[in-house]
C-alpha cells in the first residue's frame, strides 16, 4: 500500500519505517529541513536500538523516502498518518495546533479517496474535531475519506520490537472500508486486532497510559510504607506481581515516572476528563505521588550526604530510561539542579545521553566518558537511570575510585547485602 507519515518524530519514524519493512512503499513528511536532509542519509536524530538499521535497509529497497513537501507525500498516498507531537500546554491540557494544521494541509492536497489516521495520542474527540476540519477545507469539493484513531504502542528504547511484534492494534473506525483496508495492512504484524469506535480507542490510549502511571505511582507508594515498617518493596513487588491479575511488569519502584509520554498524558486525560464535566480523582492523586517521589529522593541524598556544599558527586544514569537518549522529564534534571541548588560539584555519565543532557543540565556539571572515571575521588554516587552497564559494573573498581563509598541508588539496581559486604554504605528504595 501507499503510505504517508506526517511528523519524523519517534511515533512517525517508527511507524513509517515498520510499515515500510511489511512491504508498503512509505514517505515520511516533516517540516524541519535538516532533519530529513540527515534522515535521506540515514542519519538517525535519536538513540532507538534497531532503528538505524531498519531505516538505511528501508531507504535502500526504496520503500522508505523523506520530504519536507506535504502535497508531495499526501497525492500519491491512501493512507496518511498523523504523527505530529502533541505537546502539554501550560494549563495541562494537549496542544493540537499541529494535528489541526496537518488536517488542514492533507485536505488541502486530497485528490481521492483517502483514510487519514491519528497515530499522535490525543484526547478523546480530536478525530471528530479532525473528520470536521478537513470537511471545512474541502469546501464543496466532494471527495471522500475516513478519520481513523489508531494509538502507537510502543516504549522508547524497545520502539521497533513493540512495532513490530505488537500485544494489540487498535483501530477506532466509523467505516467497513476504512477497517477492511487497516485490516488488511496490518495483517503482517500477526496481532490481535480491535476494532473499535474512534472515541473508544482515543480513550484507550490515554487511560492505558494513564493505568501503567497509576501502577507506578501504587508501587511507590507502596515503598514508602516499606521503608517505615522495614519491608522490603522488591519482595513485596515479587508477591503481588505473580497474581496474574496484578502482573509484574510496572511495580518496579523507583523515582517517579518520566519521559515524553506519561506526564504528558496523565495530565491531559485529567484535563478532557475536565472539559467533558467529570473530576479524575485517582490521576490527579497519581501526579502528586509522582512529583512527591524524586523530592523523596532528593532528601534522601540530602539525607545521607550532610552537608551537600562542596562535595563531589557522580550521578550516574541521565536519560529518563534505560536504552534512549532522551531527557524529556528525566529526573535526573532535577535531582541535579537540586544538587547544584545546594553547592555539589556533580560529574555525570550516561552511556548514550550526554549530548542531549549539556544542553539541558546547568552548565557546570562535568561529563565523563567513561563510567568509571566519573568516579574519581567521588563522595557519593547517585543512580539515577538503571542501565545494564551500571548494574554489571565492577564494584571493587567503584569502590577503590570513591573517596567516600556511599551509594544512593534511585532504582534499586544493587542487591543490599553485597553492597554491604562489600563495604559501601548503601541506600536504595523501599528496602
Ligand atoms: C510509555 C508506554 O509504555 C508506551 O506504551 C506508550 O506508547 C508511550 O509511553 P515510554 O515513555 O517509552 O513508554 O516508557 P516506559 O517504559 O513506559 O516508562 C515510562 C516511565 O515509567 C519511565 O520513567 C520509567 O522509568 C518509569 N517506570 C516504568 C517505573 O518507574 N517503574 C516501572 O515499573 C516501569
Redesign the pocket.
Known amino acids: 500500500m501507499k503510505i504517508c507519515v506526517i511528523g519524523t518524530g519517534y511515533v512517525g519514524l517508527v511507524t513509517g519505517t515498520c510499515l515500510a519493512e511489511t512491504g508498503n512503499t512509505v514517505i515520511c513528511v516533516d517540516n524541519d529541513k535538516s532533519k530529513i536532509l540527515s534522515l535521506k542519509n540515514g542519519v538517525i536524530p535519536i538513540y532507538e536500538p534497531e532503528l538505524e538499521e531498519f531505516v538505511k535497509k528501508n531507504i535502500k529497497e526504496k520503500r522508505l523516502t523523506f520530504t519536507t513537501d506535504i502535497q508531495e507525500g499526501v497525492n500519491p498516498s491512501q493512507i496518511i498518518f498523523i504523527c505530529v507531537s502533541t505537546p502539554p500546554r501550560a494549563d495541562g491540557s494537549a496542544d493540537l495546533s499541529f494535528v489541526e494544521n496537518v488536517a488542514r494541509s492533507i485536505a488541502l492536497y486530497m485528490n481521492e479517496y483517502k483514510i487519514i489516521i491519528d497515530k499522535s495520542t490525543v484526547p478523546v474527540e480530536t478525530g471528530q474535531r479532525v473528520e470536521e476540519t478537513i470537511k471545512r477545507q474541502l469546501k464543496d469539493k466532494n471527495i471522500e475519506f475516513d478519520v481513523v484513531s489508531n494509538p502507537?504502542?510502543?516504549?522508547?528504547?524497545s520502539a521497533i520490537h513493540d512495532s513490530m511484534k505488537p500485544d494489540r492494534i487498535v483501530i477506532g473506525v466509523s467505516s467497513q472500508k476504512a477497517a477492511d483496508i487497516l485490516t488488511r495492512l496490518y495483517e503482517p504484524f500477526q496481532a490481535k486486532i480491535i476494532i473499535t469506535n474512534i472515541k473508544s480507542a482515543e480513550i484507550i490510549k490515554h487511560a492505558?497510559?494513564s493505568f501503567?502511571a497509576t501502577k507506578?505511582s501504587f508501587?511507590n507508594e507502596v515503598s514508602r510504607i516499606c521503608e517505615l515498617s522495614g519491608a522490603n518493596i522488591e519482595e513485596v513487588a515479587l508477591g503481588m506481581g505473580l497474581d496474574p491479575r496484578i502482573g509484574r511488569?510496572?511495580?518496579?519502584t523507583?523515582i517517579?515516572?518520566?519521559?515524553?509520554?506519561?506526564p504528558k498524558d496523565v495530565s491531559a486525560f485529567i484535563k478532557i476528563s475536565e472539559e467533558l464535566g467529570y473530576d479524575f480523582k485517582i490521576l490527579k492523586a497519581v501526579e502528586k505521588v509522582n512529583a512527591e517521589q524524586i523530592e523523596f529522593f532528593i532528601k534522601k541524598i540530602e539525607k545521607t550526604l550532610w552537608i551537600i556544599k562542596d562535595k563531589k558527586i557522580t550521578v550516574w544514569g541521565l536519560a529518563?530510561?534505560p536504552d534512549t537518549d532522551d531527557m524529556r522529564n528525566a529526573p535526573s534534571i532535577q535531582i541535579i539542579e537540586a544538587l547544584v541548588k545546594d553547592g555539589a560539584e556533580i560529574h555525570a555519565y550516561d552511556p548514550v545521553a550526554m549530548e542531549k543532557a549539556r544542553s539541558v543540565l546547568p552548565e557546570d556539571v562535568v561529563f565523563h566518558d567513561d563510567i568509571y572515571s566519573s568516579l574519581q575521588g567521588s563522595e557519593a554516587l547517585v543512580i539515577a537511570t538503571e542501565w545494564e552497564d551500571f548494574k554489571n559494573a565492577d564494584l571493587d573498581r567503584v569502590m577503590a575510585l570513591m573517596e567516600q563509598p556511599i551509594v544512593v541508588d534511585g532504582r534499586n539496581i544493587f542487591d543490599p547485602s553485597l553492597m554491604k559486604e562489600k563495604g559501601f554504605m548503601y541506600t536504595s528504595i523501599g528496602r
Open positions: 502507537e504502542f510502543l516504549r522508547e528504547g492505558s497510559n501503567l507506578i508501587i511488569q510496572f511495580l518496579q523507583g517517579g515516572y518520566g519521559g515524553s509520554c506519561f529518563f530510561k
